[in-house]
C-alpha cells in the first residue's frame, strides 16, 4: 500500500507533536510503525506540513533535514515525545526538560535556516511555554500527542473523524459482544 502524508497526521496542531506523531502507535510493540524509518517518507514530511501542520503560517515553506543532520533530529523526535508524554501524564517531566533542551541545541547547531529540523525546534520552544499545558492530551486511541483547541476542552482524539470514530466502533463492537450469550 502507498503511504501518503494526509491532512489527519498533522492531527497534532503543532508542528513538534506532528514529528513526534510520525510514529504510529508508539507504545505497542507489535504494531508500532515509524514513518520516518522509510527515507522518502521522511523527505516527503515538509511539503506536506507546509499544507496541513497547524503551525504552517508561522514557517512557510520548509526544506528536508539534511542527511548529516538526521540523527541528531530523530533523537530530538524522541525527546520531545518522552519530555511532553510525562508532563502530560504526570504533570511532571522536569527532570526529562533538560534532555530535550539538550536534543534541541545539537539539532540546531546542524540545522539550517528555513529547514524542518529549526522550524521543529521552534515549535517545541512554543509548547514548553504555552500558556495552557492543560490542552496538550494524548489520544484515547492511537497515542498521539494532540493540542485540544475546543471550547470546553473536552476532546479525547486527535482525530475525530478517524480515531473517535474507531473508538465509537469499538465501544459499539464491545457492546455486542458483551450482549451475545
Ligand atoms: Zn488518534
Request: include cysteine; proline fraction near 4%.
Amino acid at each position: 500500500m502507498s503511504f501518503s502524508w494526509t491532512p489527519h497526521r498533522f492531527a497534532g496542531g503543532a508542528l513538534a507533536l506532528d514529528v513526534a506523531n510520525s510514529v504510529v502507535l508508539r507504545h505497542d510493540a507489535r504494531r508500532r510503525i515509524d514513518r520516518f524509518a522509510v527515507r522518502d517518507q521522511m523527505r516527503s514530511f515538509p511539503s506536506a506540513a507546509a499544507e496541513f501542520c497547524a503551525e504552517r503560517a508561522l514557517f512557510g515553506d520548509i526544506t528536508p533535514v539534511a542527511e548529516e543532520n538526521e540523527a541528531d533530529f530523530l533523537a530530538l523526535r524522541e525527546a520531545i515525545d518522552l519530555y511532553f508524554r510525562e508532563r502530560i501524564q504526570n504533570s511532571g517531566g522536569d527532570q526529562l526538560l533538560a534532555g530535550l533542551l539538550e536534543a534541541l541545541a545539537k539539532t540546531l547547531r546542524g540545522a539550517s535556516p528555513g529547514g524542518l529540523a529549526a522550524a521543529t525546534a521552534h515549535s517545541v520552544l512554543r509548547l514548553i511555554a504555552m500558556p495552557d499545558p492543560e490542552r496538550m492530551k494524548i489520544c484515547g486511541n492511537c497515542g498521539w500527542l494532540f493540542i485540544d483547541r475546543s471550547k470546553n476542552r473536552s476532546r479525547a482524539w486527535c482525530d475525530m473523524a478517524v480515531c473517535g470514530n474507531r473508538a465509537k466502533a469499538n465501544r459499539h463492537y464491545r457492546r455486542k459482544k458483551e450482549e451475545t450469550p
